[in-house]
DNA sequence: ACAAGTCGGTTGTATTTACAACAGAAAGGA
DNA sequence: TCCTTTCTGTTGTAAATACAACCGACTTGT
């Protein structure tokens, strides 16, 4: 557990933690590190959660599938990131969305109770760690809000010119890569894989962009 | 100000704290109450924000307005909801939406820094509101993965159905109210006005539902 | 190297939606 | 009360999307 105590140092619940205090938090806060294979389930839909999650290797989707198969992709998770945060909250519901492992990943497991409990004991940082979590879930709130930004436009083309430039504010470059390939892009974007990629191939003949696989510039 | 303590006391972020604790706890917040008349902003997208916004009285709408006219509305507060939480953390950007005033209202704001650092005098029950605080953030963030949902079907029809009744599980009741007139029930699921106006009533004439004005019956 | 599977692009058709325009009912103001 | 405005439903047409089917390029595993 402690071989991944510099990864969680750059994550944002850790922000400002020295590498010993996150060594003593880990057992303070009663961390527990899983394993989990590409393709198996992190979490499942219908389950209940008490833990607040952070991803310290790999890389996770948030998604759901309906009766008939469609699939709908809520976002991507990768390294350092927090989540399932929204449902760790003792009158949440169940879980909405399946988290899944898109390659071999490790997931640290905190209890939410001793998170917001600040402990009177040596957890100097605990403070601070509340304080986090309460910007992360913020930061979070504000990139479903802008998720929804894009969901909300009518048209294939102005939700996907919507999401890549505001991939391209975020890695402030005009060239930018995106977690996706075509069908989980259509997918998180909640359109029509192969309308989609018309759309693109449009968008590129009318050199409003460029794209090989999922690297695109913007022009 | 002293007259909304009462409605505080039932909100979210002061559940569990007595009206004398309340009281107490409004000038050591630094409390203040803003009065806006119908029509008036709120919040108006750019601005920067650094308090937490609860609704004593009236009623708003989060919206967004394009350089075309077109609205897309992003959720309905009514009294004793707070909102702006997302925004207020130091690090987040400017606002997304407007806030928008559908009645005369009056809105607590809450410096978030005053919230969030704990103070050393008499509040017993900062370290609850801190907590709340959370807990309500994390519902705000459950409520916009469902309005994801909502916004992640693909027909006019789906959205419909799967907006009304997660609004009649709320509920608890096959009769339903929605804050929303048929304009803003469009803006808000991102369709159009006529068609959803005509799909509501295919859906009435299949005998799915019946409905008068915003008050809506499943069968 | 081969076979199977994945991925991205293309096309045609049926369905759905957006847009515009209009009309009756209801609500609000003078 | 009358006039104006807002709200809701209706219709027709143009545009956009979903769906299905197919192909070639590329990957993966044996």
């Not at 490790?106 to 939410?112: E, I």
Request: charged share 25%; proline share 2%; net charge neutral.
């Amino acid at each position: 557990m402690k071989e991944f105590v510099p990864v969680l140092k750059r994550t944002k619940l850790f922000s400002g933690v020295g590498e010993d205090d996150i060594g003593v938090m880990l057992s303070c806060l009663g961390a527990r590190l899983l394993f989990f294979k590409k393709g198996e389930y992190v979490l499942r839909q219908g389950e209940h959660l008490s833990d607040i999650l952070v991803l310290a290797e790999g890389s996770l989707h948030i998604q759901k599938d309906d009766y008939w198969g469609n699939r709908s992709i809520l976002g991507h998770i990768g390294i350092g990131e927090i989540f399932g945060e929204a449902y760790a909250a003792p009158e949440s519901g169940m879980l909405l969305n399946d988290v899944i492992a898109l390659e071999n990943s490790s997931v640290f497991f905190f209890d939410v109770k001793r998170i917001i409990t600040t402990c009177s004991s040596a957890c100097r940082f605990h403070t601070l760690v509340v304080q986090n979590l309460f910007f992360a879930i913020s930061e979070k709130n504000r990139s479903l809000v802008q998720k929804l930004d894009y969901m909300s436009r009518r048209t294939t083309r102005e939700k996907l010119l919507s999401y890549l430039s505001e991939v391209a504010k975020k890695q402030n470059s005009p060239y930018i890569t995106i977690p996706f390939n075509r069908q989980q892009l259509a997918d998180y974007l909640s359109v029509d894989r192969s309308a989609m990629s018309n759309e693109l191939c449009k968008m590129r003949d009318e050199g409003l962009l460029e794209f090989e696989k999922n690297r695109f510039k913007l022009l």
